[in-house]
């Protein structure tokens, strides 16, 4: 974008009047003198073409380079991002080299491209002190035999100087336009890349979900087309409205991806997911989004203020909504605590707050919504046990016609669901009440009782 902006800049400072000096110059010397001014006509042409030469080698030249500027500003931003984790790890060293590394391949093909701008300078100035000279010497010969005036030859070099220097800005431009077309080039590349999830489907953009019933009907799915083992291996699951479901299962099971699929934020290959009996396919993305509200499992706080945060699930949410909110997500006790309250500045990422804290904010965040379908990814990994109760007892008591989508590596936290989904290698195993469940499925009684074992070995 620099690289554009810096083009543009330019071209505005001289486009006027940069093409009116190199024409007028011209016709003036001709007027003055029309065998003197064939010595523009000779040096124009050889100008052009180095011009021309130099474009051809410097523009693949500049993509490259742009490609490697590209390198570097993703290892500074991962160093950047993940800087406690480089500390905890001593990685610093390692960090370095591969910062050195980039911005070394970064710094040859610089000085690859930038030599032919270098190049163009000497050239042109060689050319435009050969003309000058060429004029004083063909000049000076008519002088000295009295066939032209001291101050024509003045004026013509005058004019002279103009040319060239029109010119030499016309070179400047077109390779300051070289390089910003290899920018634009990249820029297009972005701007261009297909959006495979889309509204082409949704016949009807206005349909909105109205109760919150889900459906798998047959749902295989997997990340990449060469994959040979599906994530999702025909998944079928019917999940009433309203009700309060938790999902169990080792990792890697394929419980984040299966609730990815609800609010498209990956489509399945085969099979349908249905809310209300519709396919999420034939909803715009808009209405769907509005209505189904994640919690993901790695969440994300923005820099600003608690308040400012949480009106990213609702703008126009009034202060009585966010304590409501907040209240059923048991933040209000420590946002209670800070001076500032809601007013707390929050930096970059939410890093001032504790993970719990953090979690507790994004489910209130997601609350704020008042969707339809509300999806918990493990969002009460890092609160504590009793928290976690209150939390579920609040959404049962304020959230009743809400279909809630819990999932959690503690059975405790989906003991009392209306039903539990358990899942293993991607298929679903069984799905049930805690009770039922226990009597008659293995998986989840391993799960159960390790769970247990653990409690007690504490
Ligand atoms: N973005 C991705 N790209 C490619 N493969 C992925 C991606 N996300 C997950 N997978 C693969 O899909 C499988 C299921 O992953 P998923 O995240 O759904 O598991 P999970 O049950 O949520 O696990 P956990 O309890 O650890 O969160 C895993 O084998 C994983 O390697
Ligand atoms: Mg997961």
Redesign the pocket.
């Known amino acids: 974008m620099t690289q554009i902006q810096n083009f543009c800049q330019t071209l505005l400072r001289g486009c006027f009047r940069s093409p009116v000096m190199l024409v007028g110059g011209i016709c003036m010397s001709f007027a003055l003198n029309p065998r003197l001014a064939l010595v523009i006509c000779i040096v124009v042409p050889i100008l052009a073409l180095a011009i021309a030469v130099t474009i051809r080698i410097a523009s693949p030249r500049y993509t490259v380079m742009q490609n490697k500027l590209d390198s570097l500003n993703n290892e500074i931003n991962e160093t950047i991002t993940n800087e406690r984790v480089i500390k905890s790890f001593v990685r610093e060293e390692h960090e370095k080299q591969k910062f050195a590394k980039v911005n070394d391949a970064l710094m040859d093909k610089s000085i690859s491209a930038l030599k032919m701008m270098i190049l163009m300078q000497p050239i042109s100035a060689l050319a435009i002190n050969i003309t000058t000279l060429a004029v004083v010497w063909i000049a000076g010969r008519s002088i000295m035999i009295g066939g032209m005036q001291i101050g024509t030859l003045t004026a013509f070099i005058t004019y002279l100087s103009q040319i060239l220097t029109a010119l030499n800005f016309v070179a400047n431009i077109i390779l300051q336009g070289t390089r910003a077309a290899a920018s634009d080039r990249r820029i297009t590349e972005v701007l261009n890349a297909k959006v495979d999830l889309n509204d082409d489907r949704a016949a009807c953009r206005d349909r909105t979900i109205e109760r919150g019933e889900i459906e798998f009907c047959d749902v295989s799915f997997r990340?990449?087309k060469h994959n040979t083992e599906p994530?999702l291996d025909h998944v079928r699951l019917h999940l009433p409205a309203g009700a309060f479901v938790g999902i169990v299962?080792?990792?890697?099971?394929?419980?984040?991806?299966?609730i990815?699929l609800i609010p498209r934020l990956y489509d399945a290959d085969g099979g349908q997911v249905r809310i209300d009996g519709v396919d999420v396919r034939d909803y715009s993305l808009h209405h769907l989004r509005e209505q189904v509200s994640v919690v993901l499992?790695k969440n994300t706080l923005f820099s600003g203020t608690i308040a400012e945060n949480l009106r990213w699930g609702n703008e126009n949410a009034s202060d009585q909504e966010l304590a409501w909110a907040c209240k059923v997500a048991h933040a209000e006790e420590f946002i209670r605590t800070f001076p500032d309250g809601y007013e707390t500045e929050l930096e970059q990422g939410g890093t001032n707050l504790s993970g719990g804290q953090r979690q507790r904010l994004c489910i209130a965040r997601a609350l704020l919504k008042r969707p339809k379908i509300l999806i918990l990814?493990?969002s009460t990994s890092a609160v504590d046990t009793a928290t976690d109760a209150g939390i579920r007892k609040a959404f049962r008591e304020e959230l009743q016609g809400m279909t809630k989508l819990i999932?959690a590596?503690r059975i405790n936290s989906v003991m009392d669901a209306d039903r539990i989904v358990v899942?293993d290698g991607?298929k679903i195993v069984d799905v049930g009440r805690h009770q039922e469940l226990m009597a008659r499925c293995v998986p989840y009684q391993e799960i159960y009782y390790s769970q247990k074992e653990e409690a007690q070995d504490e």
């Open positions: 990340y990449f994530v299962g080792s990792t890697g099971s394929g419980k984040t991806t299966l990815s499992q990814d493990d999932i590596q899942m991607g």
